[in-house]
Nanobody
C-alpha cells in the first residue's frame, strides 16, 4: 500500500511558477513510476507528466511540454512537478499517482492516488 500526499498548490498569476510536491509512504518508492494528472471542473482527468522509478525516463502531455518538469528524489520518497509559464487553462486540481508499471500515461494504469492540490492561475 502506498499513500500519497500532495502539496504546493495555490493561486498564481499567469506567467508565474509553482512547484508541486507529492510525498509517498513506504520503503519501495523507487519501484513505482509516478505520474501527475489534473482535473478541471466539468472536464475529465487529464494526464500531465510521468517519470520512471529511476527517474531516467519522463514523458509529458503536449499541453505542458516545455513548461512543466517532473522530477523525483527517491531518498526523500518525493516526486515534484515544476510548473513555469503558467496559463489560466492550467487551473485544475492536480493529483499524483503511483504505478508498478515502468511508466504510465493513462489513469487506468495507476494503482494509488493522492487527494490532490488546487492550482488556480489568474489572467
Amino acid at each position: 500500500q502506498v499513500q500519497l500526499v500532495e502539496s504546493g498548490g495555490g493561486l498564481v498569476q499567469a506567467g508565474g511558477s509553482l512547484r508541486l510536491s507529492c510525498a509517498a509512504s513506504g520503503r519501495t518508492f523507487s519501484s513505482y513510476a509516478m505520474g501527475w494528472f489534473r482535473q478541471a471542473p466539468g472536464k475529465e482527468r487529464e494526464f500531465v507528466a510521468t517519470i520512471s522509478g529511476s527517474g531516467t525516463i519522463t514523458y509529458y502531455s503536449d499541453s505542458v511540454k516545455g513548461r512543466f518538469t517532473i522530477s523525483r528524489d527517491n531518498a526523500k520518497n518525493t516526486v515534484y512537478l515544476q510548473m513555469n509559464s503558467l496559463k489560466p487553462e492550467d487551473t485544475a486540481v492536480y493529483r499524483c499517482a503511483a504505478t508498478r508499471r515502468p511508466i504510465g500515461i493513462s489513469v487506468y494504469e495507476y494503482d494509488y492516488w493522492g487527494q490532490g492540490t488546487q492550482v488556480t492561475v489568474s489572467s
